[in-house]
Each structure stands twice: as structure tokens, then as C-alpha cells.
């Protein structure tokens, strides 16, 4: 590489999920060739979004104001929750339009292996929620692999001491499958299948 610069670019690309390589040198040979105005909206809209967007003080999720807009519709059913490990899950869900409940979003999954434990998880905020909110059925919606399936477990044992109904999506997601590379139809699917946890 001649330039130490076109470098750098190229490794901070490289760094972002799901860009190779390849796709990261593409991007910087784009941005390199791109005007300087077009390049001044591009880095000014990155600053702005990080420095607007922040978490929801209820459920997590990603929002502009202290509360999100799920959270603060007052048309949404408020004795269902579902329980999601990622933002990004709530904008699946929504596609379907089955869910007119509220979220919880947990921001990861179980994981000792890698350093995440129960406590680096949005757990203790929604055993606040379902002790103080008309909650009477919490959906499981959290994406089946190893890690999932810890997660759900722990939850539903600690979930079920306020002796409310707890259920997870069911047939349609995949062992291993992943909320956010479904189809609607299979997530609409999995939320109507749910089925309770004993
Ligand atoms: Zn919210």
C-alpha cells in the first residue's frame, strides 16, 4: 500500500461487522474519490446520531427522547412483554405487526465463556418492570442457540417466582436461528406458536 493514510481508512472499515477486506477497501477508495461536501454529511450525520441516540430508560431500546415512542404508545398492550436480546430485534418484530405489546431489551445473552454474566444483562431492570407493571404474560423471544437457550432458562426460573405465565416463539426460528435474518412470516409464525414454559 503506498498511502499510510488509505491504510489507516481501510483498517477502521475493516473493523466493522461484516465488512471484509475487500468491502473495506472498496468503501475507502469510494469515500477517497467522494467530494469533500459529501464527505462533511457523511461524518456529520455518524456524530450526530451517536450523539442523540441513546437507550431507552424503560426498555433499553434505541431512542431519541429518555422514553422510546413503543414505550410511550399509550395503544399498546402493557400485560405483555417480550423479552428480546437486541435492539435490532424490536425493528423485526415490529415488520410483523403480530406484537402490539411492549419490549424489554436484554442487550446480550448469557455467556460466561465470554465474560457475560446475568448481571451485564438488563435483568434486574425488568424484574423491576414485572414487579411493578400489569404484566401478565412475558414472551421469551430470544434467539435459539446454546447461549439463548441458557438465557431463557435463567430467565424463566427467575420470571416464574412471580407466578405469571412465561412463553417463547416457537416453530419457524431454526436452532441457531437468528431474529434478525428471518423472514415476517416466520417471525409472525413464532410469535403466534409461542408456547408456554414449564
Ligand atoms: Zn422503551
Known sequence: MTSLALEKLIN???KLPGIGKKSATRIAFHLINSSMEEI???????????AHIKHCSICSNLTEQDICNI??????RTDILCIVEDCR????LEK??????KYHVLNGKIAPLKGITPDKLNIESLLIRIASEPITEVIIAINP????????????????????KVTRIASGLPMGGNLEYADTATISQSLNGRHEIY
Open 71 to 76: 414505550c410511550s404508545d399509550l395503544s399498546r
Open 145 to 164: 442457540d446454546l447461549e439463548g437457550e441458557t438465557t431463557t432458562l435463567y430467565l424463566n426460573k427467575l420470571i416464574k417466582n412471580f407466578n405469571i
Open 89 to 92: 430485534d424490536i425493528i423485526s
Open 40 to 50: 462533511k454529511t457523511l461524518t456529520s450525520v455518524i456524530t450526530e446520531a451517536k
Open 12 to 14: 477502521e472499515f475493516n
Open 96 to 101: 410483523t405487526a403480530t406484537f402490539r405489546g
